[in-house]
């Protein structure tokens, strides 16, 4: 078996190959050295991987390239490819998500927007409906700024398309991007007034299985939930975590009932619970979490995982992977059960991506 993890970071993009089952990688050069890649994504839809990358030059501003090689070379375009239109007022200052699906590409950007292309990424335009939203007036950024960080076409149905960002919380369209609606009932925002706003909530990320596609989770600047019924209420699942603040929320790809998190003490003390590296595993879809640590470190981590910073393959069983902002990105070939070292030493982790391939 043949996987590839896709590494961004503050400093460049990093490639780890695996042809021996997950057990050995071995990792590239850095590219796109002293860039800041947000986010990156592997199509493998076509008769080859195409690899995408949003790659941000502090002096060249925001561009998305592209491999159809597995990073040996790379498409980097004469034209912007992502652009908001002229009379929107605005500039694109960061692509904080790609997602190919079926013939699509689709591109959630700073300042909060979603951009579609129907080229393989060579042109996007404007969801406008969105952009037009009435809320827009009341979307305010978080910490990290002011962005749609999170982009989940519907597997089956090429109308439906849930997005969520910080902070304004989560909208999602069922016909086409022709209308948006907020999507926040049950989710809190205690720096709003009311216990349960219709938006303006700050969410960190949210995930969806596509094994059963009603059923979403989401974490939150304060709060982890599951909703049951696509998105229409949310219901606290934070109940057997050690702590309700993080960035990270993974979904398996195929077991309905199974997620990962990573969870800090809060969001004054940005660090693991007693500086213990663990990833929390719920198999009763939040019911009850295990904490899981078996080749992670036990002491001194204060580090912290971000909203993008962990993902699955498509293996069976499913390989989880997580990158640390200081650098270390650990695999586990068995759900989780086992971790061991895929990198280490490298700059601030900012998202990965893995694929068989």
Known sequence: MDVLLAIGTRKGLWLARSRDGRRSWELSEPQFPMTDVHAVAIDTS?????????VTNEHFGPTLVTSDDLGVTWDEPDHAPIAFPADTGAALEGVWQIVPREGVVYAGVE?????????????????????????????????????????????????????????????????????WNPANHGVTADFLPGEFPEYGQCVHKVAMNAARPERYFLQNHGGVYRSDDDTATWKSIAGGLPGDFGFAMLSHPRRPDVIYNFPLVADALRFPPEGRCRVYRSEDAGETWTGLSNGLPEGGFFSAVMRDAMCADDADPAGIYFGSRSGEVWGSPDEGDSWHSVAEHLPDVFCVRAAVI
């Open 46 to 54: 076509g008769s080859s991987p195409r690899l995408f990358a949003a």
């Open 111 to 179: 300042p909060s927007a979603l951009f579609r292309s129907v080229d393989g990424g060579r042109t996007f335009e404007l969801e406008r409906a969105l952009w037009d939203h009435p809320h827009r007036a009341n979307w305010t950024p978080g910490g990290g700024g002011m962005m749609i960080h999170t982009v989940i076409p519907h597997p089956t149905d090429a109308k439906k398309v849930t997005v969520a960002m910080s902070t304004g919380g989560v909208y999602r369209t069922e016909d086409g991007g022709a209308s």
